[in-house]
């Protein structure tokens, strides 16, 4: 009988993609040495990543951007596609948008700087395995910024007459919007508004109910376009 997502009993499966050997020896020792994660492959570009994502069981991959053949975005979006149980963790150099919003779009559960701390990795890594999406705060205005600027390149998320516009958010759902697009945590948000995480999850759900998006990456495009949240000097 299968596990549900991120249960204590089973490892987690990552696949790291990356073409630079240095960094994909520097990530599969970080995994293979943290208990609950087992590395099952090293992709060189994203090629071999769908390959092995078609031939071994994975839960989360470790994915770079720009790599030779197939780069990481169209790798993301044949993984997602093919595989919707793997979740696909960007993790790059480049912080810009031409990468972060196409990575989102195309499926990505998470976005991180490879200038993170391993301890940021690891914790992404079991954050998307459970289903939640990661960004950090820096990527998270990045993300906000681009929309507001760039509204076409978020494509099928484009609001059209008749969408919902947020005006139904109650108070309490608009100050998890808000702290949720300053690249906060659950544990984060539920410290601040002094709460449980049951309840911050809880808000969440309505929030993706009420902007009828699935994902909390999508949450902040959708806010961003509907003028909900701004960009933040904190």
Same mark, same amino acid.
């Given at each position: $009988?299968?596990?549900? !997502?991120?249960? =204590?009993?089973?490892? *987690?499966?990552?696949? *790291? =993609?990356? &073409?630079? !050997? #240095?960094?994909?020896?520097?990530?599969?020792? $970080?995994? &293979?040495?943290?208990?609950?994660?087992?590395? %099952?492959?090293? +992709?060189?570009?994203?090629?071999?990543?769908?390959?092995v994502c078609d031939a071994t069981p994975t839960d989360v991959v470790l994915m770079d951007m720009q790599m030779p053949r197939m780069d990481g975005v169209e790798a993301t979006r044949r993984i997602v596609a093919a595989h919707p149980e793997t979740r696909v963790l960007a993790i790059t150099t480049f912080s810009s948008e031409d990468y972060l919003v196409p990575a989102l779009r195309a499926g990505a559960a998470g976005y991180l700087l490879k200038d993170a701390q391993p301890a940021t990795v690891l914790g992404a890594v079991? +954050?998307?395995?459970?289903?939640?999406?990661? #960004?950090? !705060?820096?990527?998270?205005q990045k993300l906000i910024a681009a929309v507001e600027?760039?509204?076409?390149?978020?494509?099928?998320?484009?609001v059209q007459p008749g969408d919902p516009d947020g005006s139904d958010l109650t108070p309490r759902e608009r100050e998890v919007l808000g702290l949720l697009a300053r690249g906060r945590s659950n !544990?984060?948000? =539920? +410290?601040?508004?002094? %709460?449980s995480e049951s309840t911050v999850?809880?808000?969440?759900?309505? *929030? $993706?109910?009420?902007?009828?998006?699935?994902?909390?990456?999508?949450? *902040?495009?959708? =806010?961003?376009q509907l003028g909900l949240v701004t960009l933040s000097l904190d």
């Amino acid at each position: $009988m299968s596990q549900s !997502p991120g249960t =204590a009993t089973e490892d *987690i499966r990552v696949l *790291i =993609a990356d &073409d630079q !050997p #240095l960094m994909s020896g520097a990530l599969r020792i $970080m995994v &293979d040495s943290t208990p609950g994660l087992t590395c %099952v492959g090293v +992709a060189a570009d994203g090629v071999e990543a769908v390959e092995v994502c078609d031939a071994t069981p994975t839960d989360v991959v470790l994915m770079d951007m720009q790599m030779p053949r197939m780069d990481g975005v169209e790798a993301t979006r044949r993984i997602v596609a093919a595989h919707p149980e793997t979740r696909v963790l960007a993790i790059t150099t480049f912080s810009s948008e031409d990468y972060l919003v196409p990575a989102l779009r195309a499926g990505a559960a998470g976005y991180l700087l490879k200038d993170a701390q391993p301890a940021t990795v690891l914790g992404a890594v079991r +954050a998307v395995r459970r289903g939640e999406s990661v #960004l950090s !705060p820096a990527v998270a205005q990045k993300l906000i910024a681009a929309v507001e600027t760039e509204r076409p390149a978020v494509g099928a998320l484009e609001v059209q007459p008749g969408d919902p516009d947020g005006s139904d958010l109650t108070p309490r759902e608009r100050e998890v919007l808000g702290l949720l697009a300053r690249g906060r945590s659950n !544990p984060e948000i =539920a +410290a601040e508004l002094h %709460v449980s995480e049951s309840t911050v999850k809880g808000n969440l759900g309505r *929030i $993706m109910d009420k902007l009828e998006v699935r994902d909390r990456v999508q949450v *902040i495009i959708r =806010a961003a376009q509907l003028g909900l949240v701004t960009l933040s000097l904190d």
